[in-house]
């Protein structure tokens, strides 16, 4: 970016398109509708977790499958990994989105269940070492580790992004989007306190990734964690609150416009 007059337009045009796409109508075609099906603070952050885990490929695959996942726990996330017995699991035989099968499905429930039990939650794992080290890729990192405490097949850490390895995360940036932004708008749930929305991060994808070299927000050209921290520090001068609110603006226009 280069002058304040290119900036301003910027500025004026993202935020025009994080009002336009800022809406609960979003919610309905988005996986964040998935987590909205509930109410009690652990099914939404099992359900948002496990409906960011796959959210890639076609909206209407990912919907679908993070669907029947929540069927197949009985439409209550939370009670099912805190009490499923192993014939509960006999269920989720033939359970894939893409690459995610059914092994991989069944270890990050186990997983789920053993960060409730020993961590005290989710919440518990970003907040703390975010408390800790006032950085959420560090954060990352931790959470990433104790995820795959347990015994597991490797092909599953796949499906976990390693920030330290560049992985852009976006799957998992996605989700602490949801949980952390205080949105009044509705889509975004803020249910944790303790982290700022201006620590968190962007979720890049292609969509958002193109339209922020368009606008020269993005310089670099591969989508990873690299051009994560370098998104992020553009959109931060433009709201230093909630960086990440522009989200709605880049996907929308990258996928609509």
Known sequence: ??????????????????????????????????????SQKNNIEIAAFLTATISWGQRISILKNAKQLMTLMDNNPFDFIMNAKEKDFKSFQGFCHRTFNTEDTIYIIRALSYIYREYNGLEAIFTNEFMRSKNLKHALVKFRKIIFELPHLHRTEK?????????SAKRLNMFLRW??????HGVDFGLWSHIDPSALFIPIDVHSGNVARSLGLLTRKTNDWKAVEELTANLRIFDPADPVKYDFALFGMGVNE
């Open 159 to 167: 499906h976990v992004a390693d920030v330290l390895k560049g992985a």
């Open 179 to 184: 949980m952390v932004r205080k949105d009044i």
């Open 1 to 38: 970016m280069s002058s304040v007059a290119e900036e301003k337009l910027i500025k004026d045009l993202l935020e025009e398109k994080y009002q336009q796409y800022n809406k609960i109508d979003f919610i309905d075609s988005d996986p964040v509708s998935i987590p909205h099906m509930f």
